[in-house]
């Protein structure tokens, strides 16, 4: 089954203390990105990648970091979280023929104390 | 860069009636306008889109309209049900690189 998963699904963290979000996609898609979700502001995209070893930063990039080794995985790592990065985050990916087509993965729910 | 604005925010409607969602784009660059459905504690879905060479598509009770030289697009369905009832997200695309959403619009389609 075509998915892109995404772990963990829910976590509650205190300030400071460093935390990976993983993104993983079966679709062989080249171009995979990191939304952040928020109240009123709709989907604010955090970092993308065109391709293993290409990063670049989205709207919101402060206080995150991505990297992209393998082709299928593009984790979403926060050094030192901060109450402020509380949100919804959603990775996303698209094949580069269609790359305007995103797949969504089902949403990491973060709470920073 | 693109900035994507959305209104109305909140919609209600009775069910069979149409509900019309407006986005604006500032980046004339812009030529891909993807719609997505967001039902409650769900993950985003695309339910259609249109590219820049086309005016409008229609895809069942769906239609997406788009004015270029206004830099305007909407989202119209028609004929609504509960089911309908989610947030619905305009987004804009210029280069393929990143993707601009606008802030939502939470349909309500009242039985």
């Known amino acids: 089954e075509a998915q892109v998963t995404q772990n963990p699904r829910y976590l509650i963290t205190v300030t400071g203390k460093k935390l990976t979000v993983t993104c993983s996609q079966n679709m062989n898609h080249e171009y995979m990105s990191w939304y952040r979700q928020d109240p009123g502001l709709g989907l604010r995209q955090i970092y993308y990648s065109m391709n293993v070893e290409v990063t670049d930063k989205g709207d919101v990039p402060e206080g995150y970091k991505v990297s992209r080794k393998e082709k299928r995985n593009f984790p979403l790592i926060l050094e030192s979280p901060s109450p402020n990065q509380t949100s919804l985050y959603f990775c996303?990916?698209?094949?580069?023929?269609?790359?305007?087509?995103?797949?969504f993965g089902p949403g990491t729910r973060l709470l920073v104390l | 860069g693109e900035n994507v604005e959305q209104h109305p925010s909140t919609l209600s409607v009775q069910e069979g009636d149409s509900a019309v969602i407006k986005c604006t784009y500032s980046?004339?660059?812009?030529?891909?306008f993807p719609w997505y459905k967001q039902e409650l504690g769900k993950r985003p879905q695309l339910i259609i889109d249109?590219?820049?060479?086309?005016g409008e598509k229609k895809d069942q009770r769906i239609a997406v309209t788009l004015n270029k030289t206004a830099k305007h697009f909407s989202l119209h369905i028609t004929e609504t049900q509960p089911e309908d009832s989610a947030v619905y997200f305009c987004a804009a695309s210029a280069n393929n690189n990143d993707m601009r959403f606008g802030a939502g619009t939470r349909l309500t389609v009242k039985p």
């Open positions: 980046d004339s660059a812009s030529n891909y």
């Open positions: 996303a990916s698209s094949s580069l023929g269609t790359k305007e087509t995103q797949y």
């Open positions: 249109i590219r820049s060479n086309v």
